[in-house]
């Protein structure tokens, strides 16, 4: 799948803060900061990791997603396989609607998770309406799929992807 994260910056080109959550290596923060936003990551990891480290506008946030919550409101909010750590119903019934209500006006929420085709053992799969469903009523949702390929697993070699791709908008 061709992805790039400006596609998703270009949407709101105004934003001035972002929310990454389970950032992993921190690379799209890092991307956010070269745009020149106020990034929080967010991650259950101690160490921040070296991508972002010594970044003065990004705040590495050690936590654990099952517990933290965004204490404010920000222009654009990622969850990019993280999502997959959480409970469903936790997932779907608090922290989805949270993140809903953690977005200024005009802002995005991206997420990418594992659908139920998925044969990578992770904790939670999702299908798209269950997390279509999850959105508040005042976001508009402007990019909705799921969608498999084909790419090298780091243990399993070879391996059929099968995810689900959403970002929706505040509306104004
Ligand atoms: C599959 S990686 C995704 C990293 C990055 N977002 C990306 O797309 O490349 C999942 C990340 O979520 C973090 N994570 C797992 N469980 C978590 C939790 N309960 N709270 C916060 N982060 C968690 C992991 O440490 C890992 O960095």
Redesign the pocket.
Known sequence: MKYSYQNLFNLNPTAKTFL??????G??SLYACARGLQVDA????KVTPLAIQDLKTVNYIS????S?QPAHKYDIIVA???LQ??SKEYALNEFIPKLCASLNQGGLLEI?SFTSEEELDVPTKYALEEILAALEINLEVIKQEVFSYEDLHKKLGKHAFHELHVIARKKV
């Open positions: 990454d959550l389970g950032c992993g290596q690379f799209v967010v991650d259950i990891e936590a654990d997603l099952n933290w990019h396989h993280s750590f959480l990418f």
